[in-house]
């Protein structure tokens, strides 16, 4: 094959932003990500088929029956009439867009194992969304012609194997976070908290990692990452397993995890509180890793329906029916294997003090031994909420009933529209927790105005109050005022003042001015 110019990350990341202009303006980016997203995962898929294709070609020549043969056994086939080069020849079809609905319907039937339901309900040809038909056409056009860059061919022959295009549909996923507001944070965890969470509970290899709100599934991938390749490989030495509750969101992550070629993962789609979907026999299944940035303060999460829970998740208690947090907490630390499972969750400071039936599920907890760290974050990380939030580390193999404070809150570099952590900011507090562990049943008490190792007694006094202030002493003392050099400054400012004024009421005399 002919050497290509590999374009960067950065111009594919630019390229594909820029193809988003099909849209913009026609509808809002919450409206249109799911199609610049699916359009995405389709060129890639076109674009890996057909590189794969030219190198059985090269290797076998005319033999068409063999290379047939070599292409079904491809992780996914592709017919003729379902590439980018047939979208691309039939781009001036006054049916354009159901066009495109028949060929992304018949990629997922043609590939039900590893592709069903991966497009979703997304309808191309929907006048709701996308206008009449002149409109839509103008737009699918543009979008086609837009992925027909350059820059956008992402056949590995040209982009190489790294995992460009995994990162490409990352960078889109945020990207429309940002600007989604409030339900950008329904979809995504921002990289850097991801980064944090992964580096806290440090799968091992071969570890079962499992998200029951995996969202698009970026914070599964993330602490996938942490995990080495199986050897030989390109293939990180874990399974991965999520759940999710919407189905738009469950097939980007479907597309995610096929994009950064860890498509062996078992995500369901369903509500994971009401209808958990990883069950072996009669029992959650269970997992070394348990993550998860589940929805703050969720109402109406399903109460009504806990005390008959055929899990027993909330025999510790029944959280409050307009604040599911502890609901999904119960529920991952139920998915955690015993006597070893780590669980790492993202939270409102709301969870760390509440009252009532929270102080109850609180207190059992601690006095299981469960809860190894809590770490408070700084404010406006998160996508559509500015709150402070805070990072719960269960573990179910603890060697001390010691709990570890950090007060982060101060560690962040400043954003316009989000803070954000910096590298130093999460090795910092990755540091502190794994000294933690090093140190137990040491003389290690923490870091001065950072973190504190509290006992369960210091606990216990303060009533199982976990509000890290309690903890950790972050008081700045002020600078002693010298009040006999200010009183001094005050009186020499007088003395300036007064001269001042005798020459302005001077000057004015002379002007003939009383």
Known sequence: ?????????????????????????????????????????????????????????????DDHQLIKRKMAREPFVLSDDCTFEYVVENKNDPQLGQLLNTVFEKIEDDNKKKL?????????????????????NQILKDLIEDFDKKKLDFRPSVIGTEDVIGNAYMYLIERFAEGSGKKGGEFFTPNEVSTLLAKLVAPEAGARIYDPTCGSGSLLITVAEEVPFKKGTKIRNCSLFGQESNGGTWALAKMNMFLHEMDAAQIEWGDTINNPKLIEGDNLMKFDVVVANP?????????????????????????????????????MIDSAVEGSGKVGVVVPHGVLFRGSVEKTIREALLRENLLEAVVGLPSNLFFGTGIPAAILIFNKGKKSDDVLFIDASKEY?????????????????????????KTI???????????HRATMEEIEENKFNLNIPRYVDTFEAEEQVDLEKVKKEIESLESSIKEVRT???????ELGIS
Request: aromatic residues 16%; neutral net charge; glycine residues 8%.
């Open 1 to 61: 094959m002919a050497t290509k110019t590999k374009p960067t990350q950065e111009e594919i990341n630019a390229a594909l932003w820029s193809a988003c202009d099909s849209f913009r303006g026609s509808i809002d980016s919450q409206g249109y990500k799911d199609y610049i997203l699916a359009f995405l995962f389709f060129k890639y898929l076109s674009d890996k088929y057909k590189d794969k294709y030219e190198e059985f070609k090269e290797e076998y020549g």
């Open 116 to 136: 069903e339901g991966v497009f979703g309900d997304l309808d191309f040809n929907s006048s709701t969304k996308l206008g009449d038909a002149k409109k839509r």
């Open 295 to 331: 929805p703050f303060s969720l109402a109406k999460w399903g109460a009504q329906h806990a005390a008959d829970d055929m899990y027993k998740r909330f025999v510790r208690g029944v959280p409050p029916k307009t604040k599911g947090d502890y609901a999904f907490i119960l529920h």
């Open 413 to 437: 570099e400043n954003g316009k529209k989000q803070n954000k952590l910096r590298e130093t900011d999460i090795n910092k507090i990755v540091d502190t927790y794994t000294e933690f562990q």
């Open 441 to 451: 049943g040491k003389d290690w008490d923490g870091v001065e105005k950072f973190a």
């Open 503 to 509: 020459d302005i009421d001077k000057y004015l005399k």
